[in-house]
């Protein structure tokens, strides 16, 4: 009669006790007052992550929306860097307007020497103004250009692709560019996400254990198989490499033997000529006599 499989059945039992051990501990996540912080920056961290990742695969992982509107520089200037950017150079005649989405590739801090802010009307104008470092406005001190933080940015206009250097922050200290960040989910659907999360890892790690342990016990299993096996193979040419030595001490006792009957029949061969002989001398001798004694008879 074949044993009971009690390593299965123990498997399928942990299997199901792991379902509501999953449901405690997933009500434990969102009760306890601990536990439930650490679940909501779980969740809000898993719906980050993925988010994240997707931007930077797409290349937008740097992407900011501009908070005023920027006079643009030109990035065409003759000495580039290691990495092949060039410095902020000419002003152009283009800017970037309040709201929109650009991607920056790079930060460097150098002099710029720019011209005076172009006249326009309106709100428009003043944030070009306020937009112009101190470097690009004119100084009444006569000063032609000072160090300030700049950014090479990229961003879509009418489908097409411009880049340029734009100031970190206006001549007031106002940053001109605000990361575009990731909105959290609230409270509630992130500890949802959290605890679901947790509750199907606890039961993934039972059954990824459970795999495991069967992974385990059918190596070990195998290896004893391979164990058996080979000593099976040793015992085997054990009794191979025996019969053979039996066979050749046969054959060297045949040998022997096969030697000891030639030196017998030779010595039969032998015997059997000189019987021959002796016999045959014996008939003449016989002869001889007969014959001196008929000679003698006459």
């Known amino acids: 009669m074949a044993p009971l499989p009690l390593a299965k059945l123990a498997a ?18 969102k009760d306890h007052p601990t536990a439930k912080a650490m679940t909501v920056s779980f969740g809000q961290w898993l719906h980050w992550a993925p988010e994240a990742m997707l931007l930077r695969s797409e290349g937008r992982g740097a992407e900011c929306t501009v908070l005023h509107m920027t006079q643009v520089y030109s990035d065409l200037a003759p000495d580039c860097d290691e990495k092949g950017y060039a410095g902020p150079s000419e002003r152009t005649d283009q800017s970037i307007r309040r709201g929109q989405t650009v991607n920056v590739l790079r930060e460097t801090t150098q002099p710029v020497h720019g011209a005076a802010v172009p006249p326009s009307a309106g709100e428009e104008a003043e944030d070009v103004a306020a937009a112009q470092p101190a470097a690009a406005q ?25 880049r340029g ?62 164990e058996e096996k080979a000593e099976k193979q040793a ?47 014996g008939t003449a001798a016989a002869g001889l006599l007969a014959l001196r004694l008929a000679r003698l008879g006459d």
């Open 235 to 281: 015992l085997a040419e054990r009794e191979a490499a025996a019969r053979g030595e039996a066979i050749r001490s046969l054959q060297r006792q045949l040998q022997v033997c096969s030697e000891e009957n030639r030196e017998l029949q030779q010595g039969v061969s032998r015997a059997t000529s000189l019987a021959a002989f002796g016999a045959l001398a």
């Open 12 to 29: 399928v039992l942990v299997k199901q006790i792991a379902k509501p051990a999953s449901g405690v501990l997933v009500r434990y996540a």
């Open 165 to 226: 250097w734009i100031p970190s922050s206006t001549a007031d200290g106002r940053p001109n560019l605000r990361p575009i960040v990731i909105q959290p989910l609230s409270e509630e659907a992130a500890l949802d996400k959290g605890a679901t999360f947790l509750g199907e890892a606890f039961i993934f790690s039972v059954a990824g254990g459970i795999v495991l342990l069967e992974y385990s016990r059918g190596a070990s299993r195998e290896r004893r198989n391979e």
């Open 138 to 162: 004119p100084a009444a001190t006569g000063s032609t250009g000072s160090a300030l933080s700049w950014r090479l940015v990229e961003w879509r206009h009418q489908g097409q692709l411009h």
